[in-house]
């Protein structure tokens, strides 16, 4: 079973930069999309960005279009999200998940995996 292990979340001020990382477990990693959603306290999970299996087609959302990259190295089973221009919205939890089913990879409920999260706060 795979398991999927975020880092690199931490406090930042409005404008800083955080890299985060989301290492996962197995010898399947290529096989699936992955994508990073997040919670902010007394919201839903939405999502945030994703990409597929080779590194291709990457999605955002909207607000963190242009400020947020998200990549994969498949050698390290590794995916990252680099964050950058950081917002105080941008606060909340951020989850790393995997799915087999591309076409649905924003939205949450068709995620095979999840990661337990890391805690990204952007002060003012």
């Known amino acids: 079973q795979g398991q999927l292990v975020e880092s690199g979340g931490g406090s930042v001020q409005a404008g800083g930069s955080l890299r985060l990382s989301c290492a996962a477990s197995?010898?399947?990693?290529?096989?699936?999309?992955m994508g990073w959603f997040r919670q902010a306290p007394g919201k839903e999970r939405e999502f945030v960005s994703s990409?597929?299996?080779?590194?291709?087609?990457?999605y955002y959302l909207d607000s963190v279009k242009g400020r947020f990259t998200i990549s994969r190295d498949n050698a390290k089973n590794t995916v990252y999200l680099q964050m950058n221009s950081l917002k105080p919205e941008d606060t909340a939890v951020y989850y790393c998940?995997?799915?087999?089913?591309?076409?649905?990879?924003?939205?949450?409920?068709?995620?095979?995996?999840w990661g337990k999260g890391t805690l990204v706060t952007v002060s003012s």
């Open positions: 998940a995997a799915t087999l089913r591309v076409l649905r990879i924003r939205d949450a409920g068709a995620m095979d995996y």
């Open positions: 197995g010898r399947t990693f290529s096989i699936y999309a």
């Open positions: 990409i597929g299996r080779s590194g291709g087609s990457t």
